[in-house]
T-cell receptor, first 114, second 115 residues
Framework: DSGVTQTPKHLITATGQRVTLRCSPR?????VYWYQQSLDQGLQFLIQ???????AKGNILERFSAQQFPDLHSELNLSSLELGDSALYFC?????????????FGSGTQLSVL | KNQVEQSPQSLIILEGKNCTLQ??????????LRWYKQDTGRGPVSLTI?????NTKSNGRYTATLDADTKQSSLHITASQLSDSASYIC??????????????FGKGTKLSVKP
C-alpha cells in the first residue's frame, strides 16, 4: 500500500460528460502529480500541485483542470469527454524537497468513455 | 527532444533465470534515473533512484546500473520469481530542484516469468 488513495477505481461515462477524480496524498507529502496512461503508452504528466499552488504543467488539455485543497487532497476534473480520454489516470505524491525523492503512486482510476 | 527508450518491448523467461532490461535516454540536463515496477492495472512502485554520481544501486534481487556518459541504464533481475511478472519502467528526470514535473517515462518492458 503506497499510502496514496484514489477514488473511484472505475468510472464509466458517456461522451460529452464531466467527471471528477479524487486523490488523497500520503501523510506529509505536499506535492500531488496527475498522470494519464493510455493503452500501451508511457505515463504522460498532466499537472503538479504543491501545497495548494500549481507548480508545473504538462500535456494537459484545456478541457481538463485540477486543484489542490487546503487539506492537500486533489481533484482532477475532466469535461466534454471524448472517446480518446479513456485511460488510466494516476495520482502520485512526494515530499519534493530536492526533486530526487520517490514518487508514490495510487492505484489509479480507470476511465471508460463510451 | 527528451526521450527514454526501453528494450526489449517484452520478454519471457523461466522462473529462476536472470534477465537484464535496457534503457537509453537523451534527456538533458540529467538529474536522476529511476526504475519502477508496474503490475497490471496498478500504480508504479519505485525500485531504485540513481543520481548522476551513482553507477549502481541494488534493491533485493533488483540491481540497476547507470552510465551517465553513454546515457544508458540497465536493470538486472536475479533468480526471477513468478511475482516479477510486470512492466518495468525507466524514468529520467531532467530537472534539479523541488519539482518532478519534468520526469520522462519510457514505455516499459513487459516481463513474463513462466513456471
Amino acid at each position: 500500500d503506497s499510502g496514496v488513495t484514489q477514488t473511484p477505481k472505475h468510472l464509466i461515462t458517456a461522451t460529452g460528460q464531466r467527471v471528477t477524480l479524487r486523490c488523497s496524498p500520503r501523510s506529509g507529502d505536499l506535492s500531488v502529480y496527475w498522470y494519464q496512461q493510455s493503452l500501451d503508452q508511457g505515463l504522460q504528466f498532466l499537472i503538479q500541485y504543491y501545497n495548494g499552488e500549481e507548480r508545473a504543467k504538462g500535456n494537459i488539455l484545456e478541457r481538463f483542470s485540477a486543484q489542490q485543497f487546503p487539506d492537500l487532497h486533489s481533484e482532477l476534473n475532466l469535461s466534454s469527454l471524448e472517446l480518446g480520454d479513456s485511460a488510466l489516470y494516476f495520482c502520485a505524491s512526494s515530499v519534493d524537497t530536492t526533486g530526487n525523492e520517490k514518487l508514490f503512486f495510487g492505484s489509479g482510476t480507470q476511465l471508460s468513455v463510451l | 527532444k527528451n526521450q527514454v527508450e526501453q528494450s526489449p518491448q517484452s520478454l519471457i523467461i523461466l522462473e529462476g533465470k536472470n534477465c537484464t532490461l535496457q534503457c537509453n535516454y537523451t534527456v538533458s540536463p540529467f538529474s536522476n534515473l529511476r526504475w519502477y515496477k508496474q503490475d497490471t492495472g496498478r500504480g508504479p512502485v519505485s525500485l531504485t533512484i540513481m543520481t548522476f554520481s551513482e553507477n549502481t544501486k541494488s534493491n533485493g534481487r533488483y540491481t540497476a546500473t547507470l552510465d551517465a556518459d553513454t546515457k544508458q541504464s540497465s536493470l538486472h533481475i536475479t533468480a526471477s520469481q513468478l511475482s516479477d511478472s510486470a512492466s518495468y519502467i525507466c524514468v529520467v528526470s531532467g530537472l534539479r530542484g523541488g519539482s518532478q514535473g519534468n520526469l520522462i517515462f519510457g514505455k516499459g518492458t513487459k516481463l513474463s516469468v513462466k513456471p
